[in-house]
C-alpha cells in the first residue's frame, strides 16, 4: 500500500522542463534516456512534509537525490537541502558547503564534510548509507566520504526540503530531483546501477532491494509516496 503524504505550510516552484545538465558519467548506455523526478527551489523558502516513521534514518537505511546548486556567490551561509527536525533538535540535515565544494552530514550534535564538486550547475545523483556504525556518502556512483556520525533518534516535526523552514534562515537555490528513502543501506553495485533508472521499472526490472523502499517522491504532484508494501505498489 502506498500513502500519499502531501506538502505541508510549502510554496513550490516548479520547472517544466527543468533547464540543468544531468551529471551520467559513469552509467549504463541503456539508462542515458532516463530524467529524474526534479523540482526547482528558490528564495521563496523551503516546503515540507509531516513527520512519518519512512522518513526516519535513526535506526538505519539509505536516502537519495539529485541535486544541482543554483547560487554564484557566497550566500554566507552553507545551504540546508534536506533537515529532518523537532522542537528536541536536528535529527539529521544534509548541506551544500557555500563554497560549492562540498556536502555537509550534521545531527544535532556534531557536522562531517565530504569534499566534491557541485559548482558545475549540473544535476549529481547523491546517496547516503546509514549503517550501524555510521555513515558513507555516495556522489555520482563515487564514494566521497564516510563518518562515524549518525542520525540522532529525536522526534521529527517534519522533513523540510530547501532550507530550515524558520523565518530569517538560509534557504538552497538549485534543484533537487528524485528523492527515495530506504529501510537498508544499499549496495555500492545497486547504487551505480538505478541511480539513471526507476527503481520500479516494469521493463528493464526493479530494484534488487525494492521490499527496502520506504518512500519516494512525486514531485510533479507536490507529493512523497510512503510505501507499506511494495508488492502491493506494483
Do not use: C
Request: aromatic share 8%.
Amino acid at each position: 500500500m502506498i500513502q500519499h503524504l502531501k506538502l505541508r505550510d510549502a510554496v513550490l516552484a516548479l520547472a517544466a522542463p527543468v533547464a540543468l545538465g544531468l551529471a551520467v558519467a559513469p552509467a549504463p548506455l541503456a539508462a542515458q534516456d532516463y530524467t529524474p523526478d526534479v523540482i526547482e527551489l528558490s528564495d521563496t523558502g523551503p516546503f515540507a512534509f509531516e513527520p512519518a516513521p519512512q522518513l526516519d534514518l535513526s535506526r538505519g537505511g539509505a536516502v537519495e537525490f539529485w541535486v544541482a546548486t543554483g547560487w554564484t556567490q557566497d550566500p554566507g551561509y552553507d545551504p540546508p537541502l534536506l533537515v529532518n527536525i523537532g522542537e528536541q533538535g536536528i535529527s539529521y540535515m544534509v548541506s551544500v558547503t557555500r563554497e560549492r565544494d562540498g556536502l555537509i552530514f550534521a545531527n544535532d550534535s556534531d557536522e562531517d564534510v565530504f569534499l566534491v564538486n557541485l559548482a558545475d550547475g549540473n544535476l549529481h545523483h547523491v546517496a547516503i548509507n546509514v549503517m550501524e556504525d555510521g555513515i558513507e556518502a555516495y556522489v555520482d556512483g563515487n564514494v566521497v566520504g564516510t563518518s562515524d556520525l549518525r542520525p540522532s533518534a529525536l522526534p521529527s516535526s517534519g522533513l523540510f526540503v530547501g532550507g530550515l523552514g524558520v523565518e530569517g534562515t538560509g534557504q538552497f537555490e538549485g534543484a533537487i530531483g528524485q528523492l527515495r528513502f530506504w529501510n537498508e543501506p544499499l549496495y555500492e553495485e545497486d547504487i551505480v546501477a538505478f541511480r539513471m533508472r526507476d527503481v520500479l521499472d516494469p521493463q528493464a526490472g526493479d530494484h534488487p532491494d525494492a521490499d527496502n523502499l520506504a518512500a519516494m517522491s512525486d514531485f510533479t504532484e507536490g507529493e512523497l509516496l510512503l510505501v507499506e508494501s511494495v508488492g502491493d505498489a506494483q
